[in-house]
Structure formats: C-alpha cells, structure tokens
C-alpha cells in the first residue's frame, strides 16, 4: 500500500482543514488506518484512527470532539476533518495504514507497516 497525505497549510486559530491520503491498492479497505503527527522535536504521536470496517474510531484526548477521521473506500483516500485549530495543533501530519482485518485500532506507530510522506500544518495564534 503507497499513501499520499495532502491537505496541509497555514491557518489561525479557530480555522478548519481537511486532510486528505490517497492510497494506491485494492486492499486499502482492509487496512486499519491512522493518522499521527510529529512536532519540531518530539515524538511522532497518534491522532486518529479508522477500523477497516470503519466501524471505530478513536482519538487522542487532545483532539477528541475537534477532528473526524473518516474514509471512502470507492475513493481509496482516508479524510481527517480539523475544526477549532489550535496552535498546539501545529506539526507534520502522517497518514499510516496497518493491522489489515485486525479488529482492533491501534494507537502504537509500531503496529503501523505502511506511512505516506507528511503534511505540514501550521495554525498561527
């Protein structure tokens, strides 16, 4: 599976962007999806994450009830819908896809066996 994440830029606060990752592949409805992003200096973190069935999602607490993750399957591409963006939000933002019919969403990158280049996002106060 090949990813490619767009859909990043430069917003300020209280701004919306959607994120988008493009995947190449037939099985891309059996993936386990995530989205993670990587600050200057830190750690790449989990954001988001889509089951195959896209029966379950999760966020990170720092994102709960302000983004959406989401796809569609006729489409190939993955979606991740930012609304009330924060400075903090600031950072590299990474499509991955893994666990294929795993029935569960993992938030560890490790588990993650496929990643598309970044996106950057940047939202000024």
């Known amino acids: 599976v090949q990813l490619q994440a767009s859909g990043g830029g430069v917003v300020q606060a209280g701004g919306s962007l959607r994120l988008s990752c493009l995947a190449s592949?037939?099985?891309?409805?059996?993936?386990?999806l995530g989205w993670f992003r990587q600050a200057p200096g830190k750690e790449r973190e989990f954001v988001s994450g889509?089951?195959?069935?896209?029966?379950?999602?999760y966020y990170s607490d720092s994102v709960k009830g302000r983004f959406t993750i989401s796809k569609d399957n006729a489409k190939n591409t993955l979606y991740l819908d930012m609304n009330s963006l924060r400075p903090e939000d600031t950072a590299t933002y990474y499509c991955?896809?893994?666990?294929?019919?795993?029935?569960?969403?993992?938030?560890?990158?490790?588990?993650?066996?496929?990643w598309g280049r970044g996106t950057q996002v940047t939202v000024s106060s």
């Open positions: 991955a896809a893994g666990g294929r019919l795993s029935t569960v969403v993992q938030r560890d990158k490790a588990r993650y066996d496929f």
């Open positions: 592949g037939s099985t891309f409805s059996t993936y386990t």
């Open positions: 889509i089951s195959w069935s896209g029966g379950r999602t």
